[in-house]
């Protein structure tokens, strides 16, 4: 059974609709509309998608759905797949971009991971509360060491999903 995430309808309605892989699976709509509602559109199509995505990783964490990760190997392999419809695909493809841009940008800065700027900020934010609690500052190499372990955690999933990328590669 596929999970249920939200779409914009023509009609500007919300609806729901089937989620599919995380960054894959983008349906642009073309209609003919001024400079204003392009940007509203764009900001409220963009929201929506951010929407799903933060519903898929719900579900997944809450063991009902599984959101499969594809790295650089899978992206290209997915647009290499939409590129063969030629022209036509430009849209989709232009698409694909954007919403891998707005995922990379959520995941680093909304996300609050260690060795990315919201891992940063989660420090910034929470190392006055901390200091209080403790009565004492916070040791700068124990934010290092963790933000060090982030990026050895990052690494370790990036090989992880290139090799799995690389075999699963049609």
Do not use: C
């Not at 249920?4 to 309605?13: F, P, T, W, Y």
């Not at 983008?26 to 951010?50: A, C, D, N, W, Y």
């Not at 698409?95 to 707005?102: E, H, R, Y």
């Amino acid at each position: 059974a596929a999970e249920q995430g939200v779409a914009i309808g023509e009609d500007g309605k919300v609806t729901k609709k089937s989620i599919g892989r995380i960054g894959i699976g983008f349906h642009p709509v073309r209609e003919p509309m001024g400079v204003v509602e392009s940007l509203k559109t764009g900001f409220l199509r963009s929201g929506l998608e951010i929407a799903n995505w933060g519903y898929a990783l719900w579900l997944t964490l809450r063991g009902h759905s599984v959101i499969q990760l594809v790295g650089p190997v899978g992206m290209v392999n997915e647009m290499g797949s939409e590129a063969k419809g030629g022209a036509a695909a430009i849209p989709n493809l232009l698409s694909m971009w954007a919403m891998i841009s707005l995922t990379l940008g959520v995941l680093n800065l909304i996300i609050p991971f260690p060795a990315l700027d919201g891992g940063r900020l989660a420090f910034l934010f929470l190392t006055p509360v901390v200091e209080f609690v403790r009565r004492k500052k916070v040791n700068r190499k124990v934010e290092l060491w963790v933000h060090a372990a982030g990026i050895a955690v990052l690494l370790l999933m990036a090989v992880v999903v290139t090799i799995r990328d690389v075999v699963n590669w049609h």
